[in-house]
């Protein structure tokens, strides 16, 4: 009987298993992959090592921006899925480990035909990866003054320089190809000469022409060494008249746009060959629109890292006199550098000129995943568009830490009962777990109801935009 019963239990789970298996296909394969991954979960708690659960955990954190579990659990799943390492060079990538992300790809490239056009495009990502890591190795030491998250189509009011640097105007161009780009002029502060931005079928270059009386020369291409068959955009001189930052897209760049400088040689009226101003500058992402201030010392620069669609963070830094670069056996170290989620902290009232630099200091852990509404979910503490919301996120991010402490303390308590043998000894260490659990429930309940102050918070905010 007790044979039979036992028989029974588990062809029941083996059937509630399989039920549980299926339920996860159907989610996955429906896009569903928040459901999925919720199921996954539950089926790797008893198969761990499955080689196709932790795949499929692994997409369902891959869709669902949450990258070190998405990396763990591919390398979980084994050499069977060839998409794998398609998709943990993406992730490697855009978490500055370039190195993995050159061997990922490579990988994934030995799975293609000889023919396959896809074979060019990863043997591109190759060379990125490649040219990243080497620029990783010579990440810069700069100040950050501030950082602000704007609506990238008028980041440039947030520009706050001299009018003694010239100007700078932004329209926005709409391509054929319904893509929306953006036309930059700088003016110089004498107002005879400009560089701006257009499109020439489809591919944006930079332009430049003189002031002529009252009318201006005919448009020309700045240089051929500085437009390419890449997108070249977002031009501004230095008060030196030789010095010129823009941003391309092009084969020397390791994510969209990069920033790049060059300098004028009057004598032969002609440009160096362009330089990658490197990290922290530059990113995976797109970054552009460098101008410095020199008289101010100040500096500015635009990046969507992180960021949503339509939404660009502007940095103001303190640009060094000789570029010094950070040494540190700490790789982690110097990718958070790169990152900038560690940087030297600059205070600066922008209208005066007195800089005060205080020692390197981390910041808090910026990325994060916080839904929200359906439709929008933050993987980063600067997407907070609310001074309300971010002061909320701060207490939460607080009680966050001590409730985690409070779980910890109480893991160790339950270890340190389950030890005992002794009655005597229990029963007050176990009345002690029984009023931290009860202690923690209550601190659950109130971290619900900060989380729900927190999206209020934003979301009231956005409505009034």
Same mark, same amino acid.
């Given at each position: 009987?007790?044979?039979?019963?036992i028989?029974?239990? /588990?062809? /029941?789970?083996?059937?509630?298993?399989?039920?549980?298996?299926?339920?996860?296909? =159907?989610?996955?394969?429906?896009?569903?992959? +928040? !459901?999925?991954?919720?199921?996954?979960?539950? %089926?790797?708690?008893?198969?761990?090592?499955?080689?196709?659960?932790?795949?499929?955990?692994?997409?369902?954190?891959?869709?669902?921006?949450d990258?070190?579990?998405?990396?763990?659990?591919? #390398?979980?799943?084994?050499?069977?899925?060839?998409a794998?390492?398609?998709?943990?060079?993406?992730?490697?990538?855009?978490t500055?480990?370039?190195?993995?992300?050159?061997?990922? +790809?490579?990988?994934?490239?030995?799975?293609?035909?000889?023919?396959?056009?896809?074979?060019?495009?990863?043997?591109? #990502? $190759?060379?990125?990866?490649e040219?990243?890591?080497?620029? *990783?190795?010579?990440?810069?030491?700069?100040? %950050?003054?501030d950082?602000?998250?704007?609506?990238?189509?008028?980041?440039?009011?947030?520009?706050?320089?001299?009018?003694?640097?010239?100007?700078?105007?932004?329209?926005?161009?709409? *391509?054929?190809?319904?893509?929306? $780009?953006?036309?930059?002029?700088?003016?110089?502060?004498?107002?005879?000469?400009?560089?701006?931005?257009?499109?020439?079928?489809?591919?944006?270059?930079?332009?430049?022409?003189?002031?002529?009386?009252?009318?201006?020369?005919?448009? $020309?291409? @700045?240089?051929?060494? @500085?437009?390419s068959?890449a997108?070249?955009?977002?031009?501004?001189?230095?008060?030196?008249?030789?010095?010129?930052?823009?941003?391309?897209?092009?084969?020397?760049? =390791?994510?969209?746009?990069?920033?790049?400088?060059?300098?004028?040689?009057?004598?032969?009226?002609?440009?160096?060959?362009?330089?990658?101003?490197g990290?922290p500058?530059?990113?995976?992402?797109?970054?552009?629109?460098?101008? @410095?201030?020199?008289?101010?010392?100040?500096?500015?620069?635009?990046?969507?890292?992180?960021?949503?669609?339509?939404?660009?963070?502007?940095?103001?830094?303190?640009?060094?006199?000789?570029?010094?670069?950070?040494?540190?056996?700490?790789?982690?170290?110097?990718?958070?550098?790169?990152?900038?989620? =560690? +940087?030297? #902290?600059?205070? !600066?009232?922008?209208?005066?000129?007195?800089?005060?630099?205080?020692?390197?200091?981390?910041?808090?852990?910026?990325?994060?995943?916080?839904? =929200?509404?359906?439709?929008?979910?933050?993987?980063? $503490?600067?997407?907070f568009?609310?001074?309300?919301?971010?002061? *909320?996120?701060?207490? %939460?991010?607080?009680?966050?830490?001590?409730?985690?402490?409070?779980?910890?303390?109480?893991?160790?308590?339950?270890?340190?009962?389950?030890? %005992?043998?002794?009655?005597?000894?229990?029963?007050?260490?176990?009345?002690?777990?029984?009023?931290?659990?009860?202690?923690?429930?209550?601190?659950?309940?109130?971290?619900?109801?900060?989380?729900?102050?927190?999206?209020?918070?934003?979301?009231?905010? /956005?409505? #009034?935009?």
């Amino acid at each position: 009987m007790k044979f039979k019963l036992i028989s029974c239990a /588990l062809f /029941l789970t083996i059937i509630i298993y399989a039920q549980r298996a299926s339920e996860g296909e =159907i989610f996955f394969n429906n896009k569903q992959y +928040y !459901k999925a991954r919720t199921v996954y979960d539950s %089926l790797l708690r008893k198969k761990p090592n499955d080689e196709l659960y932790n795949y499929r955990f692994a997409r369902c954190s891959y869709e669902l921006k949450d990258v070190e579990s998405a990396i763990e659990h591919f #390398k979980m799943s084994g050499n069977k899925f060839p998409a794998r390492d398609l998709y943990l060079g993406e992730l490697y990538f855009n978490t500055y480990r370039f190195d993995e992300s050159v061997a990922a +790809y490579q990988t994934y490239s030995t799975t293609l035909k000889p023919d396959d056009s896809k074979l060019l495009e990863f043997q591109d #990502k $190759v060379k990125r990866a490649e040219k990243a890591a080497r620029l *990783l190795s010579k990440v810069e030491d700069i100040a %950050l003054v501030d950082s602000m998250v704007v609506n990238k189509s008028d980041f440039l009011r947030f520009y706050k320089f001299s009018s003694e640097l010239g100007s700078l105007s932004q329209e926005l161009l709409k *391509l054929k190809s319904h893509r929306n $780009v953006d036309k930059i002029r700088y003016t110089t502060q004498r107002k005879d000469r400009v560089y701006f931005s257009d499109s020439i079928q489809g591919q944006m270059d930079i332009f430049t022409s003189y002031k002529l009386l009252d009318t201006w020369s005919p448009a $020309v291409s @700045i240089s051929n060494v @500085i437009n390419s068959n890449a997108n070249e955009n977002y031009p501004f001189l230095l008060l030196d008249g030789i010095t010129l930052y823009f941003a391309s897209d092009g084969e020397n760049s =390791i994510g969209g746009c990069d920033l790049f400088i060059t300098r004028y040689i009057p004598s032969t009226n002609t440009f160096l060959a362009p330089e990658n101003i490197g990290m922290p500058f530059n990113s995976p992402y797109n970054d552009f629109m460098m101008v @410095i201030d020199e008289q101010r010392k100040l500096g500015w620069f635009a990046s969507d890292r992180y960021q949503p669609t339509g939404k660009v963070v502007i940095y103001t830094f303190v640009p060094n006199q000789d570029k010094n670069i950070l040494r540190s056996d700490d790789k982690d170290y110097i990718r958070k550098a790169a990152q900038l989620n =560690i +940087y030297r #902290k600059a205070t !600066k009232d922008i209208s005066d000129s007195t800089v005060v630099i205080e020692n390197q200091l981390p910041e808090s852990e910026k990325k994060i995943e916080f839904v =929200i509404n359906d439709s929008l979910v933050y993987t980063h $503490v600067n997407q907070f568009q609310s001074q309300a919301a971010v002061k *909320l996120w701060s207490e %939460l991010y607080k009680f966050t830490n001590d409730l985690r402490l409070k779980v910890k303390q109480l893991d160790d308590l339950r270890t340190q009962y389950s030890q %005992l043998e002794n009655q005597n000894e229990r029963k007050p260490l176990g009345m002690k777990i029984l009023e931290s659990e009860k202690n923690n429930i209550e601190m659950e309940k109130l971290l619900a109801i900060k989380k729900i102050m927190v999206r209020n918070a934003e979301i009231n905010y /956005l409505q #009034k935009r």
